[in-house]
T-cell receptor, first 115, second 111 residues
Framework: AQSVAQPEDQVNVAEGNPLTVKCTYS??????LFWYVQYPNRGLQFLLK??????LVKGSYGFEAEFNKSQTSFHLKKPSALVSDSALYFCAVRVPIQGAQKLVFGQGTRLTINP | DGGITQSPKYLFRKEGQNVTLSCEQNLNHDAMYWYRQDPGQGLRLIYY???????QKGDIAEGYSVSREKKESFPLTVTSAQKNPTAFYLCASSPSWQPQHFGDGTRLSIL
């Protein structure tokens, strides 16, 4: 089965420090990977995607993600964390279904940035 | 502004009652999706629709029903057969093979 895993339920980082939110994937074929962010009582906002090409993908709000095929990982990173980055982060993989597509999500990682 | 509107924001269901969650989009997207979010479980796909008058079951369709009579609208009905309906429900849409856009969700609770 095609899936993604987020091994950490919670990540705490001090403001100004670099942050990493981990994601590993298990797919057959080429993976199409996504990161979304969710603020309280809101929907998900798209941050970035990896389809093909450069292994370092840049996205919204200063976030980037590194695709590593040998380690089957797609970790989300930011060089300097802001308190406003505190939110729930989801990694997802796109899976083809009957001529359409669906997203399979990890369970989410709650990121807390401490002032 | 273009986007996805879900209503109501909060909804309460009585025992044996069917309730309908609204999802409207003005992004001219062909595909629409319904997800259920429970704490610690991520999002799970309930139903999806690629075109008008066509929809398919997702991973957890039991106890739910949908319709797609217009491109802009994809309402979800939570029937009395859904024994554990308390959750946060998210609607999404996308053009073909592009990232999905999400609404702000409806939180359903049991009275």
């Amino acid at each position: 089965a095609q899936s993604v895993a987020q091994p950490e339920d919670q990540v705490n980082v001090a403001e100004g420090n670099p942050l990493t939110v981990k994601c590993t994937y298990s797919v057959s074929g080429n993976p199409y990977l996504f990161w979304y962010v969710q603020y309280p009582n809101r929907g998900l906002q798209f941050l970035l995607k990896y389809i093909t090409g450069d292994n370092l993908v840049k996205g919204s709000y200063g976030f980037e993600a590194e695709f590593n095929k040998s380690q089957t990982s797609f970790h989300l990173k930011k060089p300097s964390a802001l308190v406003s980055d505190s939110a729930l982060y989801f990694c997802a993989v796109r899976v083809p279904i009957q001529g359409a597509q669906k997203l399979v999500f990890g369970q989410g990682t709650r990121l807390t940035i401490n002032p | 502004d273009g986007g996805i509107t879900q209503s109501p924001k909060y909804l309460f269901r009585k025992e044996g009652q069917n309730v309908t969650l609204s999802c409207e989009q003005n992004l001219n997207h062909d595909a629409m999706y319904w997800y259920r979010q429970d704490p610690g479980q991520g999002l799970r796909l309930i139903y999806y629709s690629q075109i008008v008058n066509d929809f398919q079951k997702g991973d957890i369709a039991e106890g739910y029903s949908v319709s797609r009579e217009k491109k802009e609208s994809f309402p979800l009905t939570v029937t009395s057969a859904q024994k554990n309906p308390t959750a946060f429900y998210l609607c999404a849409s996308s053009p073909s093979w592009q990232p999905q856009h999400f609404g702000d969700g409806t939180r359903l609770s049991i009275l």
